[in-house]
């Protein structure tokens, strides 16, 4: 039974990692059907975790694989991750656990260290997610301009910060407290509140305003 038919009549349980991402691809080529290059996909990302942190121009190296589908495949994963993303996200944030229930989809099981910001207004309402910027599996470039200009520009009260430590241990490093540091005094210019800064790991995060390293959450 073809993926199509199977996915229709059978659902999506009972298809593979492989049959679902051929469905995603569409078409073959004359020398390999969908599901030829939906294997060699996942064998050469090892598995559907690594193909969800691909980027379009990697996939485009592979064989089968033009501009097009490339794109088409990378917004269907990403898609999936969002998909993934609490009901309750456009409430209130007013506790660490809330913002890492948020934030945390978008940066778990990252091969490198990525920076997202939350920007909330003055009842701590989202209004704004960036994703900033993208370093080594060991370390993140923070320019405090980055973070702030968009909260400018959206007029927010406070933005959460969040990377992950792909390691998968949430424990701050001697560089998360440096920086944290920084960001909060460039906010305190400018008068917009770090409220905090999350550290996501597999399974769990570390907040520095918890910690104390920041004033505790207000109460909106």
Known sequence: MRPREKYAHRGPDECGDAELIALVLGTGTAHQSTLEIAAALLTRFDGLQGLAQSDPRTLQTLPGIGFATAVRLHAALQAGRRSTLPRDQNAPIREAEHAWRVLSPRLRNLPCEELHALYVDRRLRPI?????????????????????????????????????????????????????????????????????????????????????????????
Do not use: K, M
């Not at 405090?144 to 949430?170: C, E, K, M, T, Y």
């Not at 440096?178 to 995060?205: M, N």
């Open 128 to 220: 704004g997610l960036r994703a900033l910027t993208r370093g080594s599996d060991a370390f993140t470039i923070v320019d405090p301009r980055q973070i702030f200009r968009p909260a400018v520009a959206l007029g927010a009260f406070g933005v959460i910060l969040a990377h992950n430590h792909p390691s998968g241990d949430p424990r701050p490093s001697s560089q998360d407290h440096e920086v944290t540091d920084r960001v909060a005094r460039a906010g305190r210019v400018l008068g917009i509140r770090l409220l905090d800064h999350l550290i996501v790991g597999r399974d769990a995060f570390s907040s520095l305003a918890e910690t104390g390293q920041l004033p505790s959450w207000p109460s909106c």
